[in-house]
């Protein structure tokens, strides 16, 4: 079972972000952790691969500090690594930023890629499927409980009106959710291991790319500007003992915000 | 004119709300004579709720094909790709659900188009069309656009209202998808359903959340009885749920659900930053917590800082009250 994890390096969701000047870019404290759904697919690529055997690679995408998520895999245990390390990489919607992840998937057969649902970051969710829709593969999105067996995974996710259960031929793409699995810290050993490892990189050249095709210049979508979300005024309290409060927050809602 | 295709979902004989949202919107959209609106629905959709769709949009489409039956991201995305390259819209609008969030991305790679997921604001008449989405669990908002067409736009549900529906019903299609054989792969093999009734935390105008203030599974029966006089659902914080109070599907916040109701009330909730990125679009927030430096006061609208054991049972006999259900 040769299993590929799509993982991506994320601010913390305790960084501090700022608008710069106009809304043309943002500035982000360097704290960063591995996106919190990419967490349950490192874990569940690396329990499936103990029960069945076979590799785990972690691919991402990125420049700079990008490569940590990389050695957090190393460090949990994972067998390789790639580095999509190239500024033409850089910046792109999902749709440019799923052909790259494909190209790098499909330089080696696979029986299962697995990814966050989304990354906790851009909020798009859209890599997982599109990484599937490029290679002609089924997916599964959200899923909280996944077997695999004779080729093929049975894997439950969690929808709006309950729970559904699929099952989809081997290769396919998995997203996963919150529910799947409890992500193991990784031991001094690995995290050593980590540190030494020498992880190989691709460029979009290694990946048959243009750089016009891929990044900033390969998006169709484009950030025009970004904006503050929108501020609440000051927090007016209700005051009185608890019956007090409770009748007038009733009439505040029924007769003045009327949202009940 | 621009052609808009909306991707409507439904749910037994009902069309879900961030569609209905949309429809409501394309109405607006019909009336300034710049778009011309197709509603499209695929799978099995019965005939009177087609008509009842048609009552929003000039046209609907029904795509059917044995392969559709059952929802796959698969088929569907074949069969609404398929659809819009003969159609040719501007633009493909659906409700940022599980079910739009899950195939509408296959269908922009299908289409080789823009996508702009979890929408919460939206200026459909400029051109291009820009879009507001929220990014780094709601930090900070990007507002993005596509020239190209088509550009595929995933709204957050209870982004919209819903405006009552036309007179004039529309043409209604059938369409024969004629998917390929083996172009399916994904084998549904059982669908569990939440019990009728329990609206879920997206779509939900009213929700009450209760934190670890509620010191006990079994108090959440307190926001459950004041939920149930006003039709609301309850929510649950993260510490909550992973102290197994409460169920992973009821959980707002960063791991959770993002949610936008009409009124959140948080009940013993702190406030931590996980947590806010799940609620902070909210219209109208009151939070109830003992501690007057609690956190979550920096994000409501409304606070008492009081005891929620007194205030959210109060709240309930006050309710029932005034809604004349008690």
Same mark, same amino acid.
């Given at each position: ?7 991506k ?6 960084a ?7 809304g043309e ?5 360097q +704290? ?18 103990e029960?069945?055997g076979?590799?785990?690679k ?17 460090a ?10 190239h ?8 749709y440019?930023t ?5 190209r790098a998937?499909a ?5 299962l ?46 929808v ?5 259960v ?5 290769p ?15 031991l ?5 291991k980590?540190m ?11 990946l ?11 998006? +169709? ?16 309290f209700?005051a009185?003992?608890a ?8 009439r ?9 | 004119?621009?052609?808009?295709l ?5 749910? !037994?004989?009902?069309?879900?709300k !961030?569609?209905?949202?949309?429809l409501?919107?394309a109405?607006?959209?019909?009336? *300034? ?22 009552? #929003? ?10 392969l559709?039956d059952? &929802? /796959?991201?698969? !088929?569907?995305?074949?069969?609404l790709a398929?659809y819009?390259r ?9 409700? $940022? ?11 922009? @790679? ?18 291009? @069309?820009?879009? @507001? ?9 990007t ?12 709204t957050?549900?209870? *982004?919209?209202?819903?405006t009552?529906?036309g007179?004039? *019903?529309?043409e ?14 994904? %084998? ?8 009728k009734g ?10 009450? /959340? ?9 108090n ?9 006089v006003?039709?609301? /659902?309850v ?10 109070w ?19 009330i $948080?009940?013993?909730?702190? !406030?931590a930053?996980?947590?806010i990125?799940?609620?902070d /679009? ?16 920096? #994000?409501? *609208? &409304?606070?008492?800082v009081g005891?929620?054991f007194?205030v959210v ?6 309710l029932?009250? %005034?809604?004349?259900?008690?």
């Open positions: 079972m040769n299993i590929v994890v799509l993982a390096h994320v601010p913390d969701a305790e501090l972000i700022e608008i710069k000047g106009t870019k943002l500035e982000i404290e +704290k960063f952790a591995v996106s919190l759904f990419d967490e349950f697919a490192l874990e569940e690529a690396l329990r499936i691969r029960r069945l076979g590799r785990v972690v691919i991402t995408l990125g420049t700079g500090k990008a490569i940590e998520v990389l050695r957090t895999g190393i949990m245990g994972v067998d390789e690594a790639l580095l999509l390390d500024e033409a990489f850089l910046g792109g919607d999902g440019a799923a052909l790259s992840l494909s998937i330089k080696e057969a696979c029986d890629v697995l990814c966050g649902k989304q990354a906790v970051d851009d909020d798009r969710g859209e890599v997982g499927p599109m990484v599937a829709q490029f290679l002609g593969l089924p997916h599964v999105g959200s899923v909280v409980k996944v077997d695999i067996a004779e080729g093929r995974a049975t894997a439950e996710s969690l709006e009106d309950g729970r559904v699929v099952e989809v031929p081997l396919a793409v998995l997203t996963t959710q919150k529910g799947l699995n409890e992500p193991r810290v990784p001094v050993m690995g995290v050593m980590a030494k490892a020498q992880i190989p990189r691709a460029t979009p050249e290694d048959g790319l243009d750089p016009n095709q891929i990044g900033l210049a390969g998006s +169709k979508v484009r950030i025009r500007r970004y904006l503050p979300p929108k501020k609440r005024s000051q927090v007016q209700i009185g003992d019956p007090g409060a409770a009748a007038e927050a009733v505040i809602l029924i007769d003045v915000e009327r949202v009940i | 004119m621009d052609r808009v909306i991707f409507v979902e439904t749910k !037994g004989d009902e069309v879900k !961030g569609s209905l949202e949309l409501s919107e109405r607006k959209l019909a009336q *300034t004579g710049r778009f011309a609106i197709e509603a499209v629905v695929i799978g099995k959709v019965a005939p009177s709720l087609r008509e009842a769709i048609s009552l #929003y949009a000039e046209k609907v489409v029904h795509i059917v094909d044995p559709l059952a &929802y /796959t991201p698969e !088929g569907y995305s074949l069969a398929d819009a003969t159609s040719q819209p501007r633009m493909i609008l659906a409700g $940022a659900t599980q079910v739009g969030r899950d195939f509408l991305p296959r269908v922009a @790679v299908l289409l080789e188009c823009g996508i702009a997921s979890d929408v919460t604001a939206a200026n459909w008449l400029d051109n291009p @069309v820009t879009l @507001v989405r929220p990014v780094y669990g709601g930090k900070v908002l507002e993005v656009v596509c020239e190209e067409s088509p550009f595929l736009v995933l957050r549900p209870n *982004t919209f209202d819903i009552s529906p007179e004039k *019903t529309g209604v299609v059938e369409r024969h998808a004629s998917l390929p054989a083996g172009s399916v792969k994904t %084998r549904m093999l059982r669908r569990e359903e939440k019990p329990k609206v879920d935390l997206t779509e939900a105008d009213i929700i009450v /959340t209760g934190g670890r203030g509620l010191k006990a599974p079994e959440f029966t307190i926001l459950e009885d004041f939920a149930a006003i039709g609301g /659902t929510g649950a914080t993260r510490s909550v749920v992973d102290a197994k409460r169920d992973q599907e009821d959980q707002v916040g960063k791991s959770g659900k993002t949610v936008s109701p009409k009124l959140y $948080a009940a013993g909730v702190s !406030g930053i996980h947590h990125m799940g609620m /679009t909210s219209k109208v927030v009151l939070a109830i917590n003992r501690d007057p430096n609690a956190i979550i006061f920096n #994000y409501a *609208t &409304y606070g008492i005891d929620l007194e049972p109060a709240m309930t006999a006050e029932k009250k %005034r809604l004349g259900r008690g």
